[in-house]
């Protein structure tokens, strides 16, 4: 599969400050890619380096097989859909979705009904002679979206496209947005720190961390595979429980410090002893049954439910988070049994916090 976008060795810096530090990253043609991390990690600033709104300090970058280092925004055929919208307040949606096609020089006839194609694409039609301020947020997001679509670039970049909307209209959103990407078949780089945006949207996610990208891959690979605990944290809601831990003299169990309680548990590779190691398990992989009955036993201290999940906080340290399916029979003071799987947990260096 042909490479659109390529990234080699890519630096940027902000006089002392390193915001991308060797990023290395190729995008195949067709491809969704989420750009994901917490706040400052340097995703908008690579985002806004393929656009050319940023100048990279180092390294090269590549749009279809050209270099575009030094090559000005407006040549690079690339379309961004900001947080903000951004939209003409002024123009109606249909010259809105039209400007960038008239400075070019289209003729209006052309421009017109190349706005109306797209607003058939994109549920606008009926909406063509309104102005920005008639128009929801997940209208104007559409408008937003169309603009950049009218033009046929080679990628579309989404900068948080969705943070200014409610939850409900968001989860329609980003349905909408990966539609319309496997629609036309398009080249999508998205930005977000929510990660279930990213797992959800994605066909290969990239997660960023002060200005380094941590692991990329299939959104699947990330949860299931983490390469070290700051991905294990990061993809994942709840998050995965970690809890400090110590190889037994055997090499072949663990002894987790969960504060009053140590317990021990089998691990599935032989590791050295006395070694101290960070276990991690996801809140769903940790089965429960009656006191007693199950690896060990901790007090419930917070009971949640969602009507379809129930979500269980053990008073221990740290705090062990459990997720039941359905709503769960456990009361908050109860004392319950818990069952961890070998094969479910995932082992982190205490020091480096590399997946081992």
């Given at each position: 599969m042909t490479n659109q976008i390529e990234l080699s060795g890519v630096n940027k810096h902000y006089g002392a400050f390193h915001a991308l530090k060797n990023i290395n990253l190729s995008i195949a043609k067709g491809t969704f890619v989420?750009?994901?991390?917490?706040?400052?990690?340097?995703?908008?600033?690579?985002?806004?380096?393929?656009?050319?709104?940023?100048?990279?300090?180092?390294?090269?970058?590549k749009i279809a097989g050209e270099l575009m280092n030094n090559v000005p925004p407006r040549k690079r055929d690339v379309a961004m859909v900001f947080q903000s919208y951004a939209l003409y307040p002024h123009m109606t949606v249909e010259e809105n979705l039209t400007y960038s096609l008239r400075i070019r020089g289209v003729a209006k006839a052309e421009a017109k009904k190349a706005a109306e194609e797209v607003a058939a694409t994109t549920g606008l039609s009926r909406l063509l002679k309104r102005y920005?301020?008639?128009?929801?947020?997940?209208?104007?997001?559409r408008v937003a979206m169309s603009r950049a679509i009218i033009r046929h670039p080679k990628a579309f970049l989404f900068d948080e496209p969705l943070s200014n909307l409610d939850a409900a209209l968001r989860v329609h959103m980003r349905k909408e947005i990966r539609a319309l990407h496997d629609r036309l078949h398009a080249t999508s780089v998205y930005v977000t720190h929510d990660q279930?945006?990213?797992?959800?949207?994605?066909?290969?996610?990239?997660?960023?961390?002060?200005?380094?990208?941590?692991?990329?891959?299939?959104?699947?690979?990330?949860?299931?595979?983490?390469?070290?605990?700051?991905?294990?944290?990061?993809?994942?809601?709840?998050?995965?429980?970690?809890?400090?831990?110590?190889?037994?003299e055997d090499g072949k169990s663990l002894s987790l410090d969960l504060g009053t309680i140590r317990q021990k548990v089998a691990i599935d590779h032989q590791l050295q002893p006395g070694r101290k190691v960070t276990a991690g398990i996801r809140p769903?992989?940790?089965?429960?049954?009656?006191?007693?009955?199950?690896?060990f036993d901790v007090p419930i201290a917070v009971v949640e439910s969602?009507?379809?999940?129930?979500?269980?906080?053990?008073a221990t340290?740290?705090?062990?988070?459990?997720?039941?399916?359905?709503?769960?029979?456990?009361?908050?003071?109860?004392?319950?049994?818990?069952?961890?799987?070998?094969?479910q947990l995932h082992l982190f260096d205490q020091t480096s916090g590399m997946r081992i």
């Amino acid at each position: 599969m042909t490479n659109q976008i390529e990234l080699s060795g890519v630096n940027k810096h902000y006089g002392a400050f390193h915001a991308l530090k060797n990023i290395n990253l190729s995008i195949a043609k067709g491809t969704f890619v989420a750009l994901v991390g917490p706040s400052g990690c340097g995703k908008s600033t690579l985002l806004r380096s393929l656009a050319g709104l940023e100048t990279i300090t180092e390294g090269e970058l590549k749009i279809a097989g050209e270099l575009m280092n030094n090559v000005p925004p407006r040549k690079r055929d690339v379309a961004m859909v900001f947080q903000s919208y951004a939209l003409y307040p002024h123009m109606t949606v249909e010259e809105n979705l039209t400007y960038s096609l008239r400075i070019r020089g289209v003729a209006k006839a052309e421009a017109k009904k190349a706005a109306e194609e797209v607003a058939a694409t994109t549920g606008l039609s009926r909406l063509l002679k309104r102005y920005p301020r008639e128009l929801s947020g997940g209208q104007r997001q559409r408008v937003a979206m169309s603009r950049a679509i009218i033009r046929h670039p080679k990628a579309f970049l989404f900068d948080e496209p969705l943070s200014n909307l409610d939850a409900a209209l968001r989860v329609h959103m980003r349905k909408e947005i990966r539609a319309l990407h496997d629609r036309l078949h398009a080249t999508s780089v998205y930005v977000t720190h929510d990660q279930i945006e990213a797992m959800t949207m994605a066909d290969h996610v990239v997660v960023m961390r002060e200005g380094v990208i941590e692991q990329q891959g299939q959104p699947l690979d990330l949860y299931d595979k983490p390469a070290n605990k700051f991905v294990a944290g990061f993809i994942g809601s709840p998050a995965m429980n970690f809890i400090p831990a110590t190889v037994n003299e055997d090499g072949k169990s663990l002894s987790l410090d969960l504060g009053t309680i140590r317990q021990k548990v089998a691990i599935d590779h032989q590791l050295q002893p006395g070694r101290k190691v960070t276990a991690g398990i996801r809140p769903e992989h940790i089965g429960t049954t009656g006191a007693g009955q199950g690896s060990f036993d901790v007090p419930i201290a917070v009971v949640e439910s969602t009507g379809s999940s129930t979500f269980l906080t053990a008073a221990t340290t740290p705090e062990l988070t459990i997720v039941e399916t359905g709503r769960g029979k456990v009361h908050a003071g109860e004392t319950i049994g818990l069952i961890v799987e070998s094969s479910q947990l995932h082992l982190f260096d205490q020091t480096s916090g590399m997946r081992i």
